[in-house]
């Protein structure tokens, strides 16, 4: 049975050593658990008894195409309408809990594993049904029409009914379970699953274009990130700008997991962030 790992809060007692493993540089962020306390939730305009914590946003230095929220919702909890944003496209992954979530007027069970994809403009609403906080990952960012191609359609379905594709010449040690084909170009970011078995290895410095957000679901390993070898562990985030060198080493003695975020299928933007500029 597959675990993911969730935040749940709390503070460190005062006797614990401050002494943690974040870092901030010009290339990478690494956000270790630790660093998931209660001090630095948010609340959104929209939910009720609901709270997040941002682990990525737009800005200088930083997330330049994406955000990412850790989500935590009590039973009872939820919104009607969670997002303003109308050019803004989502993913949500459950990792604990139950919810019913809402796309266009089709509502739909999740329970852990389940993932939904929902695209710009089209109306949405989730509430926690079970009797524990339902928590999950939610991933926006603004879409990139492409000319000729229709946008994706909205769709819902479970990691436990999706295959892991194994990269070849590994040995079945290194995998991805994805949502999304990667030649489907109606889309320009994939949200997928990246699972090592122990001993498995990214076996040279990928070096690309691609914006990265990783978040450790389970199992812990040892990340090249820059010129830095960094331990990760379950609950782990990290982010890594464009071309900000990577590659890994999965420590065992279980598996390693991840949830990937990768911006895809679209030209390098020529004036600001998202063609915005002058």
């Not at 993911?4 to 690494?30: D, H, I, K, N, S």
């Not at 914590?53 to 919702?73: C, D, K, N």
């Not at 379970?177 to 078995?197: K, S």
């Not at 609950?235 to 911006?263: E, T």
Request: glycine fraction near 10%; charge should be negative; include cysteine.
């Amino acid at each position: 049975m597959t675990s993911y790992y969730a935040p749940t809060g709390g503070l460190p007692p005062q006797t614990a050593l401050m002494t943690q493993r974040a870092v901030f540089t010009e290339a990478y962020a690494f956000i270790p658990r630790g660093c998931f306390s209660d001090i630095v939730t948010s609340n959104l305009p929209g939910w009720s008894r609901t709270r997040m914590w941002l682990i990525a946003r737009p800005m200088s230095g930083f997330s330049e195409t994406f955000s990412q929220y850790v989500m935590e919702v009590q039973s009872g909890g939820g919104s009607d309408a969670p997002d303003e944003a109308a050019g803004a496209e989502h993913v949500l992954f459950l990792t604990h809990g139950e919810a019913t979530v809402t796309i266009g007027g089709q509502s739909y069970d999740l329970t852990p594993g389940g993932y939904a994809y929902i695209p710009a403009g089209v109306r949405w609403t989730l509430h926690a049904e079970g009797p524990a906080p339902a928590r999950f990952h939610w991933l926006r960012k603004l879409y990139q029409p492409a000319p000729g191609i229709a946008p994706p359609a909205p769709f819902v379905t479970n990691e436990q009914d999706m295959p892991l594709r194994t990269m070849p010449d590994t040995g079945g040690v290194w995998g991805t379970t994805r949502f999304v084909e990667p030649d489907d170009l109606a889309h320009d970011m994939h949200v997928n699953i990246v699972t090592f078995q122990p001993g498995g290895v990214i076996p040279f410095e990928e070096t690309h274009v691609m914006e990265h957000g990783l978040y450790v679901l389970e199992g812990k390993a040892v990340y090249k990130l820059n010129r830095d070898w960094v331990e990760v562990e379950a609950g782990d985030f990290m982010w890594l700008r464009a071309y900000c060198p990577q590659a890994c080493y999965a420590a065992g003695p279980g598996p390693f997991r991840y949830l990937l975020y990768k911006d895809v299928n679209r030209h390098a933007n020529l004036r600001g962030v998202l063609g915005q500029g002058r």
